[in-house]
Nanobody, 118 residues
């Protein structure tokens, strides 16, 4: 499986961005597709995931109520709508696929930079 992420950029605090991740290859219904992020000098952390076959959506407490993860199975694509962004959301955002709700995943995408200015 290969993952191609896009949609990052520079935004002011309070703004919004929408990340996309297209997967090539077969995705099992039991897999969890989602997003992690890594801020400068910090460890990579879980952001959000969903069960590809349906039935479960998971968020980190820091993004709950601000971010929304969704999928389009016909396009093998997962989205992350990020609203009310703040500088703490800055970092490289990676899409992922794996067997667990909050990682570690089996496959990583290449990452897309999100920068939120204050």
């Amino acid at each position: 499986v290969q993952l191609q992420a896009s949609g990052g950029g520079l935004v002011q605090a309070g703004g919004s961005l929408r990340l996309s991740c297209v997967a090539s290859g077969r995705i099992f219904s039991s897999s969890f597709m989602g997003w992690f992020r890594q801020a400068p000098g910090k460890e990579r952390e879980f952001v959000a995931s969903l069960k590809w076959g349906g039935g479960g959506i998971y968020y980190a407490d820091s993004v709950r109520d601000r971010f929304t993860i969704s999928r389009d199975r016909s396009e093998n694509t997962v989205y992350l709508q990020m609203n009310s962004l703040n500088p703490d959301d800055t970092g490289v955002h990676y899409c992922s696929i794996g067997p667990y709700t909050r990682g570690p995943p089996k496959y990583w995408g290449q990452g897309t930079q999100v920068t939120v200015s204050s």
